[in-house]
């Protein structure tokens, strides 16, 4: 299972050259025009290279080191494909993957500016409803982490429940219920304590609720 929630920034000027970077069988996955069908092609391709000479739909168990090394190739090759088409603005790349073992999530943007769309997860040992009315909580009776949720907001009244996951980080649940927080360390990177990111640019596109930089403002495609 593929998800997208975000946009690959003037993803018309781009996609043919990402196209042509994808073999005839996974170029006639895509049913529609849209950047994340076409993102996921392209993870497709890159895993496959990853895993050959074993088959996409073997039945065989894809390690989530490997899972993570395509998700971190698969945001590299659409920055390069940027800056091939000379494109500056930010995309936003929150991706996740699931196989149905492991599941590979991100909270990306182009930028070391701004902030990425909003991330939060939520972990422990049951989840219920506590009270009428649809208020559910996540419970913790023991260091066990038998549930963890992975979400654009959080989906319940009880805030503390949920951790926001920072910009630029990839969030790991392997088939033993263990999270890893994983930075992505590329040329958007920055140090959460280096520096405050703007949020007005995910936030215009809805993705994010502003917050007030403590800095000056910055340009979208300024680059560190």
């Not at 070391?112 to 506590?130: D, I, V």
């Not at 549930?147 to 989906?155: G, T």
Request: aromatic share 8%; glycine share 6%; net charge negative.
């Amino acid at each position: 299972m593929w998800m997208h929630n975000g946009g690959i920034e003037s993803f018309d000027v781009l996609k043919r050259s990402l196209q042509a970077l994808l073999p005839d069988d996974i170029f006639s996955i895509p049913q529609g025009n849209t950047d994340s069908e076409w993102a996921f092609a392209l993870f497709l391709s890159i895993l496959s290279n990853h895993i050959h000479p074993k088959p996409l739909l073997s039945p065989d168990p894809i390690p989530h080191l490997v899972l993570r090394r395509a998700m971190l190739d698969t945001i590299q090759t659409l920055n390069s494909l940027a800056k091939k088409h000379g494109i500056t603005d930010p995309s936003l790349l929150n991706f996740c993957i699931a196989d149905g073992q492991t599941v590979v999530a991100t909270r990306y943007v182009s930028s070391s500016t701004q902030e990425a769309a909003s991330l939060y997860y939520s972990s422990g040992t049951s989840f219920g409803e506590y009270a009428p009315g649809g208020h559910y909580r996540m419970s913790k009776s023991d260091k066990r982490e038998n549930i963890i949720m992975i979400a654009s907001e959080p989906l319940t009244f009880e805030k503390a429940d949920w951790m926001e996951i920072p910009t630029n980080t990839m969030v790991v649940i392997t088939p033993k219920m263990n999270l890893l927080q994983i930075p992505i360390v590329d040329e958007f990177y920055v140090p959460n304590l280096a520096r405050s990111r703007a949020s007005e640019f995910a936030a215009t596109k809805g993705l994010l609720s502003l917050k007030t930089p403590t800095g000056p403002p910055k340009q979208y495609g300024e680059v560190a």
